[in-house]
């Protein structure tokens, strides 16, 4: 008999005060600006990061060795309303396409001026109990989407 696993996604919204465009854009074009060099899968320092714009787009990392590590690949590209991407990180934080959790990140416009982000991390049952439910802990916890979030945040209202 096969027994079924379900993980608890992990949700997450912020409000920025920038438009529903920008906010998207910000998001996307300019995760290099955000993202935390900290926070990578490299063998070596973070130099870059990029999300190509388009479904099938990786989203990806560049390193001082040259090298590059891929996050996650587009699955839904809908600007500014939507984004669905792979996560293609396994419980080890090692680079693994099979471990197939998703982000789907929404902007919703609560004013011309004024953003709703909502992210949602899930499908971590593919990593299997206890993969999942690291990998769940890890990126709903403090470290995780709350502070990532934040500095997007940051990055946004600066501009």
Same mark, same amino acid.
């Given at each position: ?117 909502? %992210? ?30 934040? %500095? ?8």
């Amino acid at each position: 008999m096969t027994q079924t696993i379900t993980i608890a996604p992990v949700r997450k919204a912020i409000t920025v005060n920038v438009s529903q465009p920008r906010a998207f854009e910000v998001f996307t074009a300019g995760i290099d600006r955000w993202w935390p060099k900290s926070h990578h899968i490299g063998g070596a320092p973070l130099v870059r990061s990029a999300i190509e714009p388009r479904v099938g787009g990786r989203w990806y990392s560049v390193h001082e060795d040259g090298s590059e590590s891929v996050t996650g690949i587009v699955k839904v590209w809908d600007p500014p309303h939507r984004l669905v991407h792979s996560w293609d990180i396994n419980a080890m934080w090692k680079p693994d396409a099979a471990a197939g959790s998703e982000v789907e990140v929404r902007f919703v416009a609560e004013s011309p001026n004024r953003t709703r982000v909502e %992210l949602e991390h899930r499908n971590f049952e593919r990593m299997g109990q206890d993969g999942g439910q690291k990998m769940r802990d890890a990126v709903g916890g403090e470290g995780g989407w709350n502070s990532i979030l934040e %500095l997007y945040r940051k990055d946004a209202e600066a501009a």
